[in-house]
């Protein structure tokens, strides 16, 4: 869908934001960049849109390169979300969620009925807050309008760059759980910048952790945590050594299950079959009911598995040190 060969930015002052860059990123899936301050993710998901020009390398999109999409139709096809919020504040929020709607010269009856569908998924009474001003939303409230804003036009692919760190961490937590089941239903392809490894954990299909302007691993969150590359990798994750084999807890996995309340079951399997495995491997949909000796003993979703093993990771860690 979206694919990296050997990229690199160099901006005029010499400084090298991103150094050959290849990666492909997958339809539908949420590819999560993460890394310390400075080394090129911003750059990396800018150039996505062509609100930075590469030096080297090639961007292509369906295999088409980005530099050959004409650019206003790169721009509406694609969605951008950033950390500030940037609706603007003169204009209603229906008005702000139909700007790039009114530009594909929509009906207005067409663009009428996404607003209200748009605030419906994120929990925006629709005839309550169509007609009022960013000013007159909460900071969370306005985040999901800036969130729904790049769906609009119902978008290929949605570039995120940090778009909850302004939040305090209970409207955060809450819009991070709306995304993910967001991202569920609608299945688009997701590119999201973030320097928090937990919300990296929670959210990405895969995530491609990069240090001065190179990629340093890329992988699913339970490769990463079970199998950090390097040093590097280890220390960003909070491990400072070599990471053994996860023994599950069961009681464990089934209390947080519980609390991130994920539900919807997809299959089941008994206590007796090779549990870790299973748990390793499950999808982000999926939610397993699981049994011993014929008796549902309870549920478990990837969320709780992930944050789990992230949890005996850093403990194991901390006791080596
Ligand atoms: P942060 O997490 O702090 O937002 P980042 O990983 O997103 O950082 P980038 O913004 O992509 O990093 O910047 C990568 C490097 O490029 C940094 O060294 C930065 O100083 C440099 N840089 C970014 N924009 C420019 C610019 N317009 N001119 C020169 N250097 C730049």
């Given at each position: 869908m979206i694919e990296f060969d050997h990229v690199t930015k160099k901006y005029s002052d010499g400084t090298t934001a991103v150094n050959s860059l290849t990666m492909k990123i997958k339809e539908g899936e949420f590819l999560v960049l993460i890394?310390?301050?400075?080394?090129?993710?911003?750059?990396?998901?800018?150039?996505?849109?062509?609100?930075?020009?590469?030096?080297?390398?090639?961007?292509?999109?369906?295999?088409?390169?980005?530099?050959?999409?004409?650019?206003?139709?790169?721009?509406?096809?694609?969605?951008?979300?950033?950390?500030q919020i940037a609706l603007f504040p003169h204009m209603t929020i229906e008005e702000n969620i139909s700007i790039v709607p009114e530009l594909k010269k929509w009906k207005r009856y067409k663009v009428e009925k996404r607003v209200?569908?748009?605030?419906?998924?994120?929990?925006?009474e629709p005839d309550k807050y169509r007609s009022r001003k960013p000013g007159e939303l909460?900071?969370?409230?306005?985040?999901?309008?800036?969130?729904?804003?790049?769906?609009?036009?119902?978008?290929?692919?949605?570039?995120?760059?940090?778009?909850?760190?302004?939040?305090?961490?209970?409207s955060r937590e809450k819009l991070q759980g709306d995304l993910a089941d967001l991202q569920k239903r609608i299945k688009k392809t997701i590119v999201f910048v973030t320097h928090d490894m937990q919300e990296a954990l929670k959210l990405g299909s895969r995530i491609c952790i990069m240090n001065e302007g190179e990629m340093v691993q890329l992988g699913t969150p339970e490769e990463i945590i079970q199998n950090p590359k390097n040093q590097f990798v280890r220390d960003f994750i909070g491990?400072?050594?070599?990471?053994?084999?996860?023994?599950?807890?069961?009681?464990?996995?089934?209390?947080?299950?519980?609390?991130?309340?994920?539900?919807?079951?997809?299959?089941?399997?008994?206590?007796?079959?090779?549990?870790?495995e299973t748990l390793k491997r499950l999808s982000v949909e999926e939610v397993i009911s699981v049994e011993k000796n014929g008796r549902k003993v309870g549920t478990i979703n990837r969320q709780a598995v992930i944050e789990y093993m992230a949890d005996q990771t850093k403990k194991r860690g901390q006791s080596h040190e």
């Open positions: 890394g310390p301050s400075g080394c090129g993710k911003t750059t990396t998901l800018k150039m996505i849109n062509r609100l930075i020009g590469l030096t080297e390398g090639t961007i292509s999109i369906n295999g088409k390169k980005i530099s050959d999409y004409n650019i206003h139709e790169l721009r509406w096809n694609i969605g951008y979300v950033l950390q209200s569908e748009l605030l419906e998924m994120v929990g925006l909460s900071g969370g409230q306005q985040q999901r309008v800036g969130v729904v804003r790049a769906l609009a036009a119902d978008p290929e692919i949605i570039l995120m760059d940090e778009p909850f760190s302004a939040l305090d961490p209970i491990v400072h050594s070599e990471v053994p084999e996860t023994p599950f807890n069961l009681e464990d996995l089934l209390r947080r299950s519980e609390q991130n309340g994920v539900s919807g079951e997809t299959r089941t399997i008994s206590i007796h079959a090779n549990l870790p």
